[in-house]
T-cell receptor
Framework: RKEVEQDPGPFNVPEGATVAFNCTYS??????FFWYRQDCRKEPKLLMS???SGNEDGRFTAQLNRASQYISLLIRDSKLSDSATYLC??????????FGAGTRLTVKP | SAVISQKPSRDICQRGTSLTIQCQVD?????MFWYRQQPGQSLTLIAT?????????ESGFVIDKFPISRPNLTFSTLTVSNMSPEDSSIYLC??????????FGQGTRLTVV
């Protein structure tokens, strides 16, 4: 089993749609959780951290379920600029990060 | 935050040769990480570079193939040795500050011909 597994995608959605990405992780000792965004031919950049209580940043909502070892990202009112690959990232300790394979999102006009 | 300067940004190399990638950080960091991202795939950790000790390699990666230097707290190099076309990939360095955001260099796009 992979350490971090994500929806394979790709997701092709129209502008304004709501899209959800799911991610599961295998190591119950994982300490921190993140969603990163990677644009084509660019390095990954932090989109948001994921907290047990759930957290929201504008159109983006992240959820963590430690019991199920499950992480989600919800994007509301999709914009063309949201088109990217979204990486689920799980950290064990000391920045030892494990990346999911990424889910590619394309938002179309 | 951290600003990482990684170079070269891209290179085309002959098989059998070696390429050294450099990462310079604008602040002192204890640990630096080297990743590989093959086409269409996510990042795979190659090794963790610790200042003052040998790098720690992940399963499937060995020091003879990917020697790493970490001469001080702001700099590291990764060498891809005796390259073959299978080594064509993007290589990224990364730093972080304990359970918080990780910052990445811009990546080195390597093509081996």
């Amino acid at each position: 089993r992979k350490e971090v597994e994500q929806d394979p995608g790709p997701f092709n959605v129209p502008e304004g749609a709501t899209v959800a990405f799911n991610c599961t992780y295998s190591n119950s000792a994982s300490q921190s959780f993140f969603w990163y965004r990677q644009d084509c031919r660019k390095e990954p950049k932090l989109l948001m951290s994921v907290y047990s209580s759930g957290n929201e940043d504008g159109r983006f909502t992240a959820q963590l379920n430690r019991a199920s070892q499950y992480i989600s990202l919800l994007i509301r009112d999709s914009k063309l600029s949201d088109s990217a690959t979204y990486l689920c990232v799980v950290e064990y300790n000391n920045n030892d990060m494990r990346f999911g394979a990424g889910t590619r999102l394309t938002v179309k006009p | 935050s951290a600003v990482i300067s990684q170079k070269p940004s891209r290179d085309i190399c002959q098989r059998g040769t070696s390429l050294t990638i450099q990462c310079q950080v604008d602040s002192q960091v204890t640990m630096m990480f080297w990743y590989r991202q093959q086409p269409g795939q996510s990042l795979t950790l190659i090794a963790t570079a610790n200042q003052g000790s040998e790098a720690t390699y992940e399963s499937g990666f060995v020091i003879d193939k990917f020697p790493i230097s970490r001469p001080n707290l702001t700099f590291s190099t990764l060498t891809v040795s005796n390259m073959s076309p299978e080594d064509s990939s993007i290589y990224l360095c990364s730093v972080g500050y304990g359970n918080t955001e990780a910052f990445f260099g811009q990546g080195t796009r390597l093509t081996v011909v």
